[in-house]
């Protein structure tokens, strides 16, 4: 079955410090990844996707496929950085909309 | 506007009453996307329209759920006889193209079934 999961759901970490979100997968096939990102009182958005490997707000992710994980990363942590992040997977055969979503993290960043 | 925007954003709904969800795309958007959201939980994909085609609706929980969106513009998300599992917030989501595109997400619409 095809499944995300994110084994934390908090992680706390002080201003400056690197940060990991873990996010593992399970799919039978070429997997498409994403990353979004829920502010408080905004609406969730994407952040990276993994075909674009990209650095967004500092952030990166890379895809693994021996160890099916798309850990997203950050070497310096800020506050502005504190939100909900859910890894997510396209299902939909090239339908990158039809995504499966993890449980999602909530990452704090303490001053 | 700029954004996807949902209504109503709150409702309170006596369980066995029907209710209404409304989703109006970006402008020009040809997809789009339901997704439940429970709460603590990952938002779960409902049903995708192309214009007005529903193309996939595997992920309606039940018979009650029932998506449309008649001109390819707005849609709307009904459920009949709500019951307390229903409580959630409910997602549309839009994007541009056919596939392989980013998609908007929407504020949301809470409901709770009491």
């Known amino acids: 079955a095809q499944r995300v999961t994110q084994p934390e759901k908090l992680l706390s970490v002080f201003k400056g410090a690197p940060v990991e979100l873990k996010c593992n997968y399970s799919y039978s096939g070429s997997p498409e990844l994403f990353w979004y990102v829920q502010y408080s009182r905004q609406r969730l958005q994407l952040l990276l996707r993994?075909?674009s490997r990209e650095s967004i707000k500092g952030f990166t992710a890379d895809l693994n496929k021996g160890e099916t994980s798309f850990h997203l990363k950050k070497p310096f942590a800020q506050e502005e950085d504190s939100a909900m992040y859910y890894c997510?997977?396209?299902?939909?055969?090239?339908?990158?909309?039809?995504?499966?979503f993890g449980q999602g993290t909530t990452l704090q960043v303490k001053p | 506007g700029a954004g996807v925007s949902q209504s109503p954003r709150y409702k309170v709904a006596k369980r066995g009453q029907d209710v209404a969800l409304r989703c109006d795309p970006i402008s020009g958007h040809v997809s789009l996307f339901w997704y439940q959201q429970a709460l603590g939980q990952g938002p779960e994909f409902l049903t995708y329209f192309q214009n007005e085609a529903q193309l996939d609706k595997s992920g309606l929980p039940s018979d009650r759920f029932f998506a449309e969106r008649p001109e390819g513009s707005v849609s709307t998300l009904k459920i009949q006889r709500t019951q307390q599992e229903d409580s959630a917030v409910y997602l549309c989501?839009?994007?541009?193209?056919?596939?392989?595109?980013?998609?908007?997400f929407g504020e949301g619409s809470w409901l709770t079934v009491v």
């Open positions: 997510a997977l396209s299902s939909g055969s090239g339908n990158t909309g039809k995504l499966i």
């Open positions: 989501a839009t994007g541009i193209g056919y596939s392989g595109n980013t998609i908007y």
């Open positions: 993994h075909i």
